[in-house]
């Protein structure tokens, strides 16, 4: 029995950097260019018959050369069978071709990971913004430099004091300004 | 004159066109020759329409902007977000443990089925296999949420398409059941019940729960069949959802359906059957599947379903076997409770798992399960430290959603709220 990694390799010559069998899961690394007619031939080919596209994401590696990695999770409801596909997106060309022509599940989950992670997707019928306001430009949450507290306005409100990576804010420390709740002396004027 | 011409007439006027194909507002004169150029009986324009985030049917807080053609709907665009929180986000930033509280407000109407989701992931990647009664009161209570998730569809459904009775019925029976949860963990909603290992170690099941639950599932058929007295051949009921929102099989797949929706276009498809877990494979229970794909098929999925539910946990209380309810991990689970307040070096150990957590090896695995609104799947990616490096939520209500312009092309704007109705959409896992 060929593993899943060889039979892409041999139809689709030059796709395949690698592949991981772990916790009872197939990963396979596809060449970044290669990514649609690879999930076009696994969505096709009647062995194998990935019917689903279950979930697209993407994991950001700051320390690594390509930084992000481009996460395919596939389903064949035929065969019960589960494969995950991945591409490496470097920053400098922040971009992948999209799957929506292959499975018009990916149209929202790539805009979610476009929203999110910066990664353009070549080709997507609807590029834009989902969970984040549309001008939003704070940069993107889910990238590791983004801090969790958020940054911009945000760190701007008084009655929470900005916070630092390495540094935990204690209840104490948040200055409780009570002028503003004592009742206010021309009160009866107004 | 024929009856399709008469439909073309009424079209013309901005009457009620119930086909996809039917007539609309910009349909010539009736009448004029082939071959001419033909002009519109009126001005016509297209209108768009807001509708939410704020609406009382909108399930929570989504926008949907709306083209629409005299009633007809163009096409829809959902507008997500209004309810994004960064759960992700969050979650790198804390200990496996503590992710669980999070994951209840994700579909917070079943927020057990999420817990036994976020655990079995990380049950996955620590290679952990809970007690056996662990995994039977873990199945009877995702379960009971099960029939909750249901009923409280049911109920806001038929809210929403104008029946109003049958929600306080099914808001009567999901009370029941609240109760139990409340006996169990103490919570209603945000139970976090499931714990990585077992289930809460202070709630096991206890003979009264059983026998309450027992008592609910000799009444819920009953129950059941009363709410079917009032749907199933109710006129209003039918008319608003049959051949309302169809979507075919195959587009059903492609577009990521899972769950009710997916079954409800004949796809025989139940992650529980597909990669059982807890004792789904050891229960005799049938996968109901629909065959129109439209909304009416998807209530029927939803009834049956429930059916099925009262079926397994009935077998599941016959079966229950005696053990413990979680499983001694030292440096993963707490030690007992009698131990840590007479024994030092358990206090200890607590203490660490209590402020630490614990580490799971490095990898990344990806673990799907079958809740109430279809495959909930969480992705955690490990870097070897007690949080995890990326968890991401595969959100089955966010998924559905990107079927919705597909599916409600075509149709009135009054089938709108039925249309995100029949996803059994919930904000909170949609936007996580």
Partial sequence: ??????????????????????????????????????????????????????????????????????????????????????????????????????????????????????IRFCQHPDLRRIMMPEEYDEGYPLRKDFPAAGKGWRNTFKFWPAMEPGRDVMLTEIPIDASGLAPSKDKGTS | MTTEQHDDERGSFGYIVHE???????EVAPGSAEGEERQPLFRTEDLLLNMGPQHPATHGVLRVVLELEGEKIIKATPYLGYLHRGTEKLAENKMYSQVIPLTDRLDYVCAMANNYAYVRAVEKLMGITVPERAEYVRTIVSEMQR????????????????????????????????????ALCGARLTVSYFRVGGIDPQGDLTPEVIAKLRTFLT???????????????????????????????????????????????????????????????????????????DT????????????????????????????????????????????????????????KVACYGFETPPGEVYCGTETPKGELGFYLVSDGTNKPYRMRIRAPSFVNMGAFDHMARGYLIADIVTIFGTYDIVMGECDR
């Fill in chain 1, 1 to 118: 029995m060929q593993s899943i990694a060889e039979l892409i390799e041999q139809h689709i010559p030059g796709a395949v950097r690698g592949a991981v069998d772990a916790f009872g899961e197939q990963t396979v690394l596809i060449a970044r260019e290669m990514i649609v007619p690879v999930c076009r031939w696994l969505h096709d080919a009647p062995e194998l018959a990935f019917e689903q596209l279950s979930d697209l994401t993407a994991v950001d590696w700051p320390e690594q050369a390509e930084r992000f990695e481009v996460v395919y999770q596939l389903n064949s409801l035929r065969y019960h069978r589960r494969l995950r596909l991945k591409a490496r997106v470097p920053l400098s060309s922040c971009e992948i071709d999209s799957v929506v022509p292959v499975w018009q599940a990916a149209n929202f989950l790539e805009r979610e990971v476009f929203d999110l992670f910066g």
């Fill in chain 2, 20 to 26: 996809p194909e039917g007539g609309s507002a910009t």
């Fill in chain 2, 147 to 182: 029939i909750v998730g249901h009923l409280f569809w049911l109920g806001t459904q038929a809210l929403d398409i104008g029946a109003m009775t049958i929600f306080f019925w099914t808001f009567r029976e999901r009370e029941l059941l609240l109760d139990l949860f409340e």
């Fill in chain 2, 219 to 293: 009444s819920f058929p009953a129950k059941l069949e009363e709410y079917e007295g009032l749907l199933a051949e109710n006129r209003i009921w039918l008319a608003r959802t049959r051949n309302i929102a169809v979507i075919s099989a195959e587009d059903a797949v492609n577009f990521g359906l899972t769950g009710p929706a997916l079954r409800g276009s004949g796809v025989a498809y139940d992650i529980r059957k597909a990669e059982p877990y807890g004792v789904y494979d050891r229960i005799e229970w049938e996968v109901p599947i629909g065959s129109h794909g």
């Fill in chain 2, 296 to 351: 009416y098929d998807r209530y029927w999925v939803r009834m049956e379903e429930m059916r099925q539910s009262a079926r397994i946990l009935s077998q599941c209380l016959d079966r229950l076997p005696k053990g413990p309810i979680m499983i001694d991990l030292p440096g993963v689970t707490y030690p007992r409770r009698d131990k840590v307040m007479t024994d030092m070096e358990s206090l200890i150990h607590h203490f």
